[in-house]
Structures are given as structure tokens and as C-alpha cells.
T-cell receptor, first 114, second 113 residues
């Protein structure tokens, strides 16, 4: 079984400032890692995914994440946020042997202030 | 637009009632997943179907059931509803490969009064 911990439930940040959302996971097997974003009144949208290879993954909207196996982390970063990045962000993990059954973290609400 | 369609968008019903939520997956996707999102429980995996057959079960109550039809659309049935069942219910679909991402619908918001 897998579990995901998002260390911050809410992150306020000023426009054009950098942001980092922290995600730690636990699993007894190799995993795939994902970040999803949920805008108000919408479903979840895939930001990026780590399957294998380079530990630095680039996604949509200028986001990137780094997989750190020794620290079992997959933190999400953006160097300069926009007001439109205000949303809730979910880290998720899927065991490679378990198909696509995603386990989500509790989410981090990002509020971008002007 | 993810290509996943969920109906209805909103549903208000009373305790003890039964409702059916419907999901049409993205064209070409064989796998359908149901998730429940609530403030206290977060996003919880309920159940997965692949090409009409149940593939995996998560934290789904016995009062809840689902099925996937030959045309690949899926329905989630919630019965004997309780106040605590009020939540946002998401359907997602994928092509069912280990590394294929899930595409989520916009959800059905269920309010039980």
C-alpha cells in the first residue's frame, strides 16, 4: 500500500514569487508519482508525472517537480506564480504493480496574492 | 476539457434516498474510476472498472455500487443516503496502462439533506 503526505495544507504566495509545494510518500514497491491541479469548480488536471529516468520533471504552466528517492519526496516548484495559479494541488502515487489506482495526498491550497 | 462527462452536475436529495451518478469516459479509454472528495476525507478511491469488469475496490461502502456498461459508460449508485455522503464524486478514465494518467470529469456535487 502507498500513502502520500502533503506537508502544507495552505500556501499563500505573492504574484511573481516562487512557490514550492512539498510531498512525501511511502511505499513498499516502486512507484509512479503525479501532481494534479484542481481549479475551483473543476475536476483534477494532470500537471506532471514521474515514471522513470530523469528525476527532474517538467510539466504544464511552468511547473516542475523533482523526484528524490532517498528522501521519498516529490516536491513541486514554480519560479514565478501568477494569479491564475490559485488552485488546489494534489500529489498522488501509484504502485507500478497496482495499475492506475492512485492514492492522493490531502492537497495544498495555493492562494496567489497580487 | 478532459473528455470525461459526468451528469448531473449537482444533486440534492434527502436522507434514505437512492441516487445514480453517470459517467461517460474519454473516447478510447477502457478504464473508469470513481473517487469521492470530501472536506474531512479528502480524495478517496472508491472503485475501478475495466472494459465492463470490476478491477479494484477501495473505500467503497456496501450501500454504494457501480457498474460499467458495454458502451463503457459507468454508473455509481448510492443508496440509503446519509448526511455524511454529501461530497463531490469524480469519475476518471484512462487507457489502462501502468503509466497512463487519469482524466477527470468535473464531478457531481451531492448534497444530502
Amino acid at each position: 500500500a502507498q500513502s502520500v503526505t502533503q506537508l502544507d495544507s495552505q500556501v499563500p504566495v505573492f504574484e511573481e514569487a516562487p512557490v514550492e509545494l512539498r510531498c512525501n510518500y511511502s511505499s513498499s514497491v516502486s512507484v509512479y508519482l503525479f501532481w494534479y491541479v484542481q481549479y475551483p469548480n473543476q475536476g483534477l488536471q494532470l500537471l506532471l508525472k514521474y515514471l522513470s529516468g530523469s528525476t527532474l520533471v517538467k510539466g504544464i504552466n511552468g511547473f516542475e517537480a523533482e523526484f528524490n528517492k532517498s528522501q521519498t519526496s516529490f516536491h513541486l516548484r514554480k519560479p514565478s506564480v501568477h494569479i491564475s495559479d490559485t488552485a488546489e494541488y494534489f500529489c498522488a502515487v501509484s504502485g507500478k504493480a497496482a495499475g492506475n489506482k492512485l492514492t492522493f495526498g490531502g492537497g495544498t491550497r495555493v492562494l496567489v496574492k497580487p | 476539457d478532459s473528455g470525461v462527462t459526468q451528469t448531473p452536475k449537482h444533486l440534492i436529495t434527502a436522507t434514505g434516498q437512492r441516487v445514480t451518478l453517470r459517467c461517460s469516459p474519454r473516447s478510447g479509454d477502457l478504464s473508469v474510476y470513481w473517487y469521492q472528495q470530501s472536506l474531512d476525507q479528502g480524495l478517496q478511491f472508491l472503485i475501478q472498472y475495466y472494459n465492463g469488469e470490476e478491477r479494484a475496490k477501495g473505500n467503497i461502502l456496501e450501500r454504494f455500487s457501480a457498474q460499467q456498461f458495454p458502451d463503457l459508460h459507468s454508473e455509481l449508485n448510492l443508496s440509503s443516503l446519509e448526511l455524511g455522503d454529501s461530497a463531490l464524486y469524480f469519475c476518471a478514465s484512462s487507457v489502462e496502462q501502468d503509466n497512463s494518467p487519469l482524466h477527470f470529469g468535473n464531478g457531481t456535487r451531492l448534497t444530502v439533506t
